[in-house]
Nanobody, 126 residues
Framework: QVPLVESGGGSVQAGGSLRLSCEVS????????MAWFRQAPGKEREGVAA????????YYADSVKGRFTISQDKGANMVYLQMSRLKPEATALYYC???????????????????WGQGTQVTVSS
């Protein structure tokens, strides 16, 4: 199991910014893909952003392109999600996820990730 701990959620007004952090604690940072997902009440979990840990390729949901940025600090075992120009529809529980597998793959399909954090709440008011 890969321990993942999210932080940085909170309440913000529409148009504001937040930065989420994910600490990959007690584990050698060697997953092939790290990602952020979100789930709003009554909705399915959706991929927000992903980053390949070797080359740093990034993947974004169309709804967040140009406003969200995923990044990593491998030396500190951290992954970040910088969220700008937030909209009320971004209100959700945000999860950090890690994929560790023999074959490389990276993207936004939740079923491909085997390790999940507990989530951090983001609330955007209009």
């Amino acid at each position: 199991q890969v321990p993942l701990v999210e932080s940085g959620g909170g309440s913000v007004q529409a148009g504001g910014s937040l930065r989420l952090s994910c600490e990959v604690s007690g584990y050698t940072y060697s997953s092939d893909c790290m990602a952020w997902f979100r789930q709003a009440p009554g909705k399915e979990r959706e991929g927000v952003a992903a980053i390949s840990t070797d080359g740093g390729s990034t993947y974004y949901a169309d709804s967040v392109k140009g406003r969200f940025t995923i990044s990593q600090d491998k030396g500190a075992n951290m992954v970040y999600l910088q969220m700008s120009r937030l909209k009320p529809e971004a209100t959700a529980l945000y999860y950090c996820a890690a994929r560790v597998a023999i074959s490389f793959w990276c993207g936004l399909a939740p079923g491909r990730f085997g390790h999940w954090g507990q989530g951090t709440q983001v609330t955007v008011s209009s």
